[in-house]
């Protein structure tokens, strides 16, 4: 006897069950409750709710170039290309189980000239002979419906997962565009530092030459240009890798578009308010999510064909033929029907149907953490763009009195009442907040992709999304 746990979880079933036939997609059906609005979102001057998913979000970066780089990539990129492809995989594996629940007509054709020694007389015989051949399974019992509605959910969950997989390359260009404006302010700040560094250490060494500096002044100076010096190779290796990344994500070899990438492009500043859906439309907007509901709902119909197989299968079938031979002719016909019942298969039916069981409660687990691993996306992508955007409005701040002391003391040292080692310090400041400054920035652009892809963002568009286009050179 099933025990009463396994009672209690066979009847939540039922009834969610019940729920994904009304409403297929959406907080509802996963059983898992949804509040109203975001934690995150209370009393924030940052995030507001709106009513629907910006499936456009790029558009609000006004960059240009980040623009022309989502147009080449939905159009060209491999990974989404494989995507497309099997949803044309599943398509056709439908139109395989939907073929099930029609006649099937088959016709056959012989001919031959032959002696049969006694049985033709010791005489050679022309025979000819066409048939038609037609069967229908009937299908009382929905076994042949049940498959074809589970490669129908099956497609559908495809259809979903290219449109996550669409999601994500739009994020993983996004964030590997800002990551390379990041390493391209890190590389012209670094290498602006060097500049000045050098010329300090110049002064420097002019001064020791005329005996108003010492050698130990001269060997600090140089350390910090060779200090300074070694940080720009790493720089250059990620940004180069960040080049590579982009022109793979755009469907193309290392090195195509690196002219194009290179050229400078100035971030504009980020809305002061971003606007961002409730919880409920954005767990029915999600891609993922509508792969896990359409996966449980394919199970759901693999149960009930397992279940089906314990009935008969019974067919119609009907046979019109025409034969010819030397001397005589017939019309053979033949219409019946064919039953057949499972008697003894040690079990094999019902293990079958254990195993879907198993995979409808497998499914209907997937599903529902899929949904609460969503709604820890959003609270957490909402939760880092508001405290990186308190941390950049810091570091603005820290990257602006360290420029005016830096200032004040290369004036101090230029007119000897300051020490080198004093503004060289000042000076490593400067870069390190400058830095950290650029890094924030970045990552605030980031955390913003991530709030739009974790609300499902960006699957459907006005964006070209089939056929290849050209590159802008």
Not at 196 to 207: A, F, I, W
Not at 305 to 331: K, R
Not at 439 to 467: C, E, F, H, M, N
Request: hydrophobic share 40%.
């Amino acid at each position: 006897m099933p025990s009463r746990s396994n009672r209690i979880s066979a009847l939540m079933v039922a009834l969610l069950l019940t729920a994904c036939a009304t409403n297929p997609v959406g907080p509802q059906a996963s059983g898992i409750p949804v509040a109203p609005g975001w934690n995150a979102v209370q009393n924030s001057t940052l995030l507001a709710i709106s009513g629907e998913v910006d499936q456009q979000w790029w558009t609000h970066f006004r960059d240009p170039v980040l623009d022309q780089l989502i147009v080449e990539a939905l159009a060209n990129n491999r990974t989404l290309a494989i995507a497309r492809e099997r949803i044309e995989e599943a398509r056709a594996n439908r139109s395989i189980a939907r073929s099930v629940l029609f006649p099937q007509v088959e016709a056959t054709g012989t001919a031959s000239r032959a002696n049969q020694g006694y049985l033709t007389g010791n005489r050679p015989f022309n025979i000819a002979e066409g048939d038609i051949q037609a069967s229908w399974e009937l299908d009382l019992f929905g076994k042949n419906r049940s498959l074809t509605a589970e490669a129908t959910a099956i497609l559908q969950s495809t259809e979903a997962a290219s449109q996550a997989t669409r999601v994500t390359l739009l994020a993983d260009l996004a964030r590997n565009y800002f990551d390379l404006r990041d390493y391209e302010r890190q590389l012209a700040l670094t290498r602006e530092n060097l500049d000045l560094q050098q010329k300090t250490y110049e002064l420097t060494n002019t001064q020791f030459q005329a005996g108003y500096s010492s050698q130990y002044d001269v060997q600090i100076a140089a350390a910090q240009v060779s200090t300074t010096a070694a940080s720009i190779p790493p720089l250059q290796a990620n940004y180069d890798s960040a080049l590579n990344a982009l022109n793979v994500l755009l469907g193309e070899p290392p090195g195509t578009a690196d002219a194009r990438l290179k050229a400078p492009s100035a971030l504009q500043p980020l809305d002061a308010t971003i606007l961002i859906a409730a919880p409920a439309r954005v767990l029915e907007t999600r891609p993922d999510i509508r792969v896990a509901e359409r996966q449980f709902a394919a199970s759901i119909s693999g149960r009930k064909a397992a279940v089906a197989q314990l009935y008969p299968d019974i067919s119609l079938t009907g046979l019109f033929g025409i034969q010819g031979a030397t001397g005589f002719g017939g019309t053979p016909w033949s219409i019946g029907a064919n039953l057949a019942q499972p008697i003894l298969n040690f079990g094999r039916i019902e293990s079958q149907i254990d195993v879907a069981d198993a995979q409808q409660k497998e499914n209907f687990l997937n599903y529902q953490q899929t949904v609460l691993t969503a709604l820890q996306d959003m609270e957490t992508a909402l939760s880092n763009y508001q405290h990186e955007s308190l941390h950049y409005s810091t570091l603005m701040s820290s990257v602006d009195h360290n420029q005016r002391a830096a200032d004040l003391a290369q004036q101090q040292y230029n007119g000897g009442a300051f020490s080198l080692l004093d503004l060289l310090i000042v000076q490593r400041d400067l870069l390190a907040a400058e830095e950290a400054q650029a890094d924030s920035d970045t990552a605030l652009r980031k955390d913003l992709v991530s709030i739009y892809t974790a609300a499902g963002g960006g699957w459907q568009d006005g964006a070209p999304s089939t056929g290849p286009v050209a590159s802008l050179q």
